[in-house]
């Protein structure tokens, strides 16, 4: 019998043609898995795809709602941010994309998984250590890596289902190399590929309008959140995919969310992107509002570092990590009390603040306004200063003395 | 001979009621001393006011280049933000300020400093621990924290101010409470004051022009940086000042740089405030914009934490310590290479880049595209990720085997 | 009818004099109150000497089991270390006391709570914060620093408690400072107050002999831990409490954990004291070894931080915050697979590691030998460099490329 | 003619057997440099032996000064520890050494150099990773990841090097796996790769007395810091190298400095090693009690993150690099004031603080003890505690009051 080899599958030029080349090259039985994240493609036809490929079975797997509650609202709680810009919509996928695909192969009993990403990305790392992570028995196939791939153009693809009995209608033009999901989508290649160059938004932007071209009045809007979790929109209340489909609706209208980044890869060269993440940037933005009320200056600090952390290690592809758990538990802590409203008006790309509210705000009317109340007495700011300045103090007196030994010695 | 005391004077209402006060409180000769840090505000008869009011003497100070190149730029090369939102406007600007008083004090001969800043702020700090670092034998006076101090509203002030002899015009109703320099300027008080409240934005703005009032076409410029320093905005070399300057009129215009905040500050509690920093906003930006070209990962990463430091030590008023200059010791190491041109479109609120270059660019653009080449091999990538995610997967392994034995043993 | 304080009461000579100067000056019915956490002072006739004092009563509670349970284990899991030298002994100690305190308060309906540490050090700010974030409503005393105290010397409260009939056999001579709980004795005063003394150790050490007085044999002591609790020693299996006993008893025999320190105190001055933590240095040791076994790289670097992030927190008194139970549950959840053996030996001051083996090392003989396995290929470390190397190899080629252009063109 | 190749030259069976295969395999001109870190090794006979072995010519080229004051030197003044424990002796090594290899090539106009590490070790990666930061160029050979190595033990390379006409008497017996310089000695293999074994350390320890056979009597020393860099040991005023080396006979007579470890590669697996480092151990702790009189609080926390950043550089072979640079200059930024005299006592594996002593000494006596005076007034304390206490509190009357409304209205 056959060993079975679960592909990672989208329906494109690239993992059709990777059917009959794992048949061919090491004689598997192929079992296609589609993963659906929000992608939004055409999920249609796509089984009689496999089939007519060469495929024995194809899963088509609905993981939306569990990209939601598993990878983006932990990403969302810790605001999760990488280099200061990317809101890791790709890389938060990868993992639930993974788990599902070994899911299907313990299933199916499948001895191997075989995933499209290329040699020089990000996203070969992220499958490859939550594979490795979840199943380490079981085999890893990326053919752009591998030395029998011998497919090195669109063209070449085309050739190779054809000589295959493959007919579908492929073109062979390459537009921007793109990931969608339902938190972002990304775009590299053609004139991006030189950082000199302003994009040509025009023809790039899928999900957003360019504020240029954004509605002239701005739009209020408020949301509610729950320990961290967001729970309505505009007084609706909705599961958090709902949410975020809603989100992306009002951002991508009012231009919200468009980043134009280069960034550090894992495997070590720089890379330049444009992301749309219209309903996401604002949900960051959302809980950042609502956390300025209710954390305290100290927890606000670390929980900037865990964020950052966090970024790190889900861009890394180390989601199925002790150290990611770790991070998780310490935000999860933090967010006991993130709870309440916050209001804000999207206008041509700005997300601008109109009022924040929660049952568990430490702000204090009284506390920051000039009076002088049982809390907090102007006077003891002096012992406070005098306290809190004390080692520079000591320190200038002491070299205030050596100063002047040395002028006496001299 | 009665002691000299120098007092931090702005010509308003509270700088001016403290001076007869020093005189009958203390018993103290008082000079002033009128730092200019580019508040733009009335300095014509700010001398005959002094006078007026009982000073023997005025000194007004321009530390504004001081203050560009001291301060402002070590913290645009650290990216240094306070609580991801507050560019440091007026923390910057205390220790500079602080440094002039006591350079007047020892020319002076003076014995004591005297500041106006309340007893619940963060500027009584900045301004103490830094005299204290410079002058620690200084005196310092702080009327707002004094028990002598029985003044306790502007009425109370012109009253006091009256029966002194000063007949100067000020007004009763009191405004927002704002803070002004080059780089920015602050508004607390009234509605702001609820944080459920929207900033009343028409009444508020001073620098800025709102988002919605903004010109309909944006507007492309260019910036040029040497070694992370500013040096010109559309191909004119201009100092540092002139150049947040040009920057404050093109930001101020498209309604860049509008921050709604609600802060931690040092003294303990939240406060709500609004910040206008159209030009600093722009400067820090294309500062970043640069930087992401020439950096590599791990120093991105370090200077991150870095820049978080210094925003905290500077938002605290730690200036003159060691450890701010060990931060920024490490922040200048990292902007050796810091230089090249970045463009960028203003529109409504919006800096949207539009390309970037710099002779010392880490971006490659035959690494970053797909194509195998010298450098790199899409092969390389199995032994990295064999090795990078080896960890992983020996736990993995452990874990697995771990089961099988309890399987076995069950 | 009288409110009631309640006294943080060790049978001492200042917690008595406080007795009587609380009735005296604020018209208080005193409850006393001592918490027992291990410091093996004589508890017999306290309650006779209280009473003896004016107190209407008085509270011995046992808190030894809570103290090593909620307050040492997550401070040995974290490794929480203050400026690398300090295991936190007396700061661990504080939020349980003032915690009790507060359930007494609470039981006696009392409205305010009394200690008796002093103006200048960590003790005051680590009770009372703690008794702020119990009960922010409870007013607290600290009489060293009330300007109704009057008493300046050990004559003075002598003479105070004479005065008011009390007559107890307290010597006025002063010794070391002391705090001490089953964790550990620290000591100040005396010849300590001069830095560039060496301690009188003959002198003052109590828990602990000498290195040099220890004994010639070396002990082998092996521990067992499970999620990161330590659960026996020498095979024995003990509550906490008791293991800390037992590793007291041993450490102490074998000179193990005497520090002599100068550390930086919360109120802003340095000050230098000597610890004795014999059984604790032991229990943090052997908890290490387990975790070089069973962490991995990226976790134990984290954890190192949150370590000293909890000993920041611990030792300025911030317990019960936020802060500190998110970076419990950071802790907390890498200690899922610290469990196994430790074995080391106590030789005169030193303890030296003998082995150590858990179900869940991720060590393996033959992936760290030199053999080429089904896990590693030597070869797979030239993908690895290539990659790892990338972002060095790209500048250093943009550099040596910048300096070629530019000898050309000179 | 035929391209030069450097090699990395240790004299022994390794580096010999690599020079026939070298001109064998590649057609290369060899020419071998040995460069001395302080190995102690015999250099005598070496130039014979390369020449015997088929080399065109050997460098021999003592770095030893250079390795303390540019590499050495930097650590300690970060106080670098990778993981806890080690003191790094190997790494801080590998970056001189390529700089040296590199700089014959540049000289002898060599077009590659060959190194002896394995596939497997961190030395690999912190040899290729200096060379390709300092000569992207030239080509790097690695016989043991070489696919045309075919030598897998070493009667295979003695044979190997019989049948080109070497005869040497290298024994086939391996030891210990060791790496020695004038810092450390390292020891891998044998029963250390079992970490439930204890060391052998009769058998294992070269520059180290265990502390069991060390002098009964201890031994006083005092050393003297400027800058932060040692200047002076028991009164004699030596260069760095010559420190290190007094220290390590003081250190290895007293048994100081054994480390045994579990670590963490960079290549993904986890070793067990014991390292020795007599005279490191000692300058690293003196250096640090120095550090604890001169350095504020503030400053020693940040260094602290930024010395377990300079171990991770260093660790990784990663010191040419921009980060370390920057790090660096942070470092040596706090070392201003780090000048001073420590004195203390080494007996049986204890390095013992006698005293220490400095002009820039921040404690004070007056301000430590419980004494009230100028600088400090035990009620500034009370200032201090309610600002400092204020968010505590704040957030637990919310929570109080939140807990009350529930009261009512349940």
Redesign the interface.
């Known amino acids: 019998m056959k060993e079975k080899v679960i592909l990672a599958y989208s329906g494109g030029l690239d993992t059709t043609a990777i059917i009959p080349w794992l048949k061919e090259t090491y004689g598997y039985e192929v079992i296609c898995c589609c993963v659906d994240c929000g992608q939004e493609e055409e999920l249609n036809g796509l089984d009689e795809r496999a089939k007519l490929s060469g495929a024995s079975k194809l899963y088509i797997e609905d993981i939306v709602d569990e990209f939601c509650d598993d990878y983006i609202v932990p990403c969302v709680q810790a605001n999760a941010v990488y ?2 810009k990317y809101l890791l919509g790709t890389s938060m996928a990868r993992p639930g994309i993974a788990k599902k695909l070994v899911e299907i192969a313990r299933k199916e009993g499948a001895t191997a998984i075989c995933h499209g990403a ?3 990305g990000n996203d ?2 992220r499958f ?2 939550s594979i ?6 079981l085999k890893i196939i ?1 053919p ?2 591998d ?1 029998n791939w011998k497919l090195q153009s669109r063209q070449d693809e085309i050739d190779f289902c054809t000589a295959h009995g493959i007919h579908l209608p492929f073109s062979v033009d390459s537009s921007y190399s793109r990931d969608r999901n339902l938190w972002h989508i990304s775009h590299e ?1 053609l004139e991006l ?6 994009p040509n938004y025009e023809h790039l932007l899928v999900l957003t309008t360019p ?2 071209k954004a509605p002239d009045e ?1 739009e209020y809007v408020t949301m509610t959140f729950e320990k961290g979790v967001p729970v309505s929109v505009n007084g609706k209340k909705m599961k958090v995919s709902d949410i975020i489909r809603e989100l992306n609706t009002l951002g991508g209208k009012h231009g919200i969310g ?1 980043i ?5 890869r ?7 992107g444009v992301y749309e993440t219209p309903g996401g940037t604002i949900l960051m933005e959302a809980h ?1 509002q609502l956390e ?2 209710v ?12 964020g ?2 966090l970024a ?2 889900v861009y890394e592809g ?1 989601w ?4 990611r ?10 967010q ?2 993130v709870t309440g409203e916050v ?1 804000f ?1 999207l ?4 997300i ?6 929660s ?7 009284s ?4 009076t ?1 109340g049982d ?24 070299m ?1 003395e ?1 100063q002047k030994e040395n002028n006496k010695n001299n």
Do not use: C
Request: hydrophobic share 35%; aromatic share 8%.
């Open positions: 280099e200061n290329t040699g020089k070969q790392i490859e250590l490795k992570a979840l199943a380490p028995d990326a752009w890596r030395s290649g590929e030189d950082p000199s160059l302003e504020p240029e701005g468009i134009d980044i280069v960034e550090n894992v495997v070590g060269m720089k890379s330049r950042e300025e009320l954390l305290d200056r100290a927890t606000m600090e670390v929980k900037k570092d865990m950052n952390k790190q290690i180390k199925f990590t002790p150290l758990e770790a991070v998780q538990a310490f935000v999860e802590s933090t006991e009390y209001k008006k206008y041509k790309g700005n601008i603040k109109a009022g924040t509210t049952p568990y705000s430490l702000y204090s009317e506390l920051a306004s000039f002088t809390l907090y007495d102007h006077h003891d700011a002096d012992g406070f200063i005098t306290l809190f300045g004390l080692p520079l103090k000591v320190r200038a007196m002491k205030l050596l």
